[in-house]
């Protein structure tokens, strides 16, 4: 029988929860490693090998002992894994198609522009007005569609828990880096209680064990 071996390389951060919440959704077996980015493990040689980019997450996969697949960029790991283990994006046809745009609204606009926010919110050494209003209004148009949505679905995909569910969810956890408030958006609260409750996600929110980002 075919063996594989997972080694995760993440942090409590939400580009890395993504990974993590899918592994475990996914009932998958893998080893955590923890790269501390606020201590910039992510430029160790060991990690720089793996991702040349020096981010995080990062999936390392062995099969029967070979190295088969090292994969940076969690929207790359999250198709990985739901197309080799059929669950979180139908394989065909227009809701595969609608599920890929709602996880690209994740990767491409509420991860980036939440993660530029929270530069002009806390990290930046001298504030600047201009670019913190200028990044929160990204955000706020980004949660704007969000709630129209989910008025509209159940789920980012429509009626499915899928991988847009999982890209967007700790990133919306993380709201208070882009000044947004889940009490002006009923939709996205009623949503992100019922993701949050789902097991899989609270224990991937959990991992690397341990992990703390302030
Ligand atoms: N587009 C990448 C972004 C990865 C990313 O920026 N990861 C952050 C943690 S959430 C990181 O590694 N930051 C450390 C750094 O940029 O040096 C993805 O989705 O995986």
Same mark, same amino acid.
């Given at each position: 029988?075919?063996? &594989?071996?997972?080694?995760?390389?993440?942090?409590?951060?939400?580009?890395?929860? @993504?990974?993590?919440?899918?592994?475990?959704?996914?009932?998958? @077996?893998?080893?955590?490693?923890? &790269?501390?980015?606020?201590?910039?493990?992510?430029?160790?040689?060991?990690?720089?090998?793996?991702?040349?980019?020096?981010?995080?997450?990062?999936? *390392?996969?062995?099969?029967?002992?070979?190295?088969?697949?090292?994969?940076?960029?969690?929207?790359?790991?999250?198709?990985?894994?739901?197309? *080799?283990?059929?669950?979180?994006? /139908?394989?065909?046809?227009?809701?595969?198609?609608?599920?890929?745009?709602?996880?690209?609204?994740?990767?491409?606009?509420?991860?980036?522009?939440?993660?530029?926010?929270?530069?002009?919110?806390?990290?930046?050494?001298? /504030?600047?007005?201009?670019?913190?209003?200028?990044?929160?209004?990204?955000?706020?148009?980004?949660? @704007?569609?969000?709630?129209?949505?989910?008025?509209?679905? *159940?789920?980012?995909?429509?009626?499915?828990?899928?991988?847009?569910?999982?890209?967007?969810? /700790?990133?919306?956890?993380?709201?208070?880096?882009?000044?947004?408030?889940?009490?002006?958006? /009923?939709?996205?609260? *009623?949503?992100?209680?019922?993701?949050?409750? @789902?097991?899989? &996600?609270?224990?991937?929110?959990? &991992?690397?064990?341990?992990?703390?980002?302030?």
């Amino acid at each position: 029988m075919t063996e &594989v071996r997972r080694d995760f390389y993440g942090w409590a951060t939400p580009n890395s929860q @993504r990974v993590s919440i899918l592994l475990e959704e996914l009932g998958l @077996r893998y080893v955590a490693y923890g &790269v501390n980015i606020r201590a910039r493990a992510q430029f160790t040689p060991e990690i720089l090998a793996l991702n040349p980019y020096g981010k995080i997450p990062i999936l *390392r996969e062995e099969t029967d002992g070979e190295p088969t697949l090292v994969l940076f960029e969690s929207g790359a790991i999250l198709v990985h894994l739901a197309e *080799r283990h059929g669950a979180f994006l /139908p394989s065909s046809g227009p809701t595969r198609a609608e599920t890929l745009a709602w996880l690209m609204v994740a990767l491409t606009s509420l991860g980036p522009m939440t993660g530029q926010a929270h530069h002009w919110t806390e990290l930046a050494p001298e /504030p600047s007005g201009v670019a913190l209003r200028h990044t929160v209004a990204l955000v706020d148009r980004v949660y @704007r569609l969000l709630e129209g949505r989910l008025d509209a679905h *159940r789920y980012l995909a429509g009626d499915a828990f899928s991988i847009a569910d999982i890209a967007a969810y /700790p990133w919306i956890a993380r709201r208070a880096w882009a000044l947004q408030s889940l009490d002006t958006h /009923p939709s996205l609260a *009623r949503w992100f209680a019922e993701i949050g409750a @789902r097991p899989g &996600v609270g224990r991937g929110m959990a &991992v690397p064990a341990g992990a703390l980002l302030e």
